[in-house]
């Protein structure tokens, strides 16, 4: 029987502060509020027995590290509204990314919320 061994952390932040309109009166409700959200992942795959097959990769017995930041605003422009722009960086040590060991993903997001 094979063991696998791996280790793996995750480290979130949000800094959020809340915008005052000095052009026009605002009710509290509809105040504009900035958040940015970081986010930081590291998985280490030490055997690789958990990460190749995932990627289409035959299980080799090679140590797989994979590395992950993100970054997204949180925008809540006017009442309901919330738009979260969001980059993001991913690495590892086998070209696992269509052929290559980085991608960089750009995404946005509309909400409502109620």
Do not use: I
Request: hydrophobic residues 45%.
């Amino acid at each position: 029987m094979a063991v696998s061994a791996w280790r793996s952390a995750t480290k979130h932040a949000l800094v959020s502060c809340t915008l005052a309109n000095a052009w026009a009166s605002r009710p509290a409700s509809h105040a504009r509020v900035v958040a940015v959200a970081l986010r930081a992942d590291y998985l280490n795959d030490q055997q690789g027995f958990r990460t190749t097959a995932a990627f289409g990769l035959p299980p080799t017995g090679v140590e797989h590290n994979l590395v992950s930041a993100t970054g997204t605003l949180n925008l809540k422009t006017w009442p309901g509204a919330l738009v979260r722009p969001e980059l993001r960086l991913d690495h590892s040590n086998f070209a696992v990314f269509d052929g290559s060991k980085t991608q960089v993903t750009v995404a946005l997001s509309f909400a409502y919320v109620f």
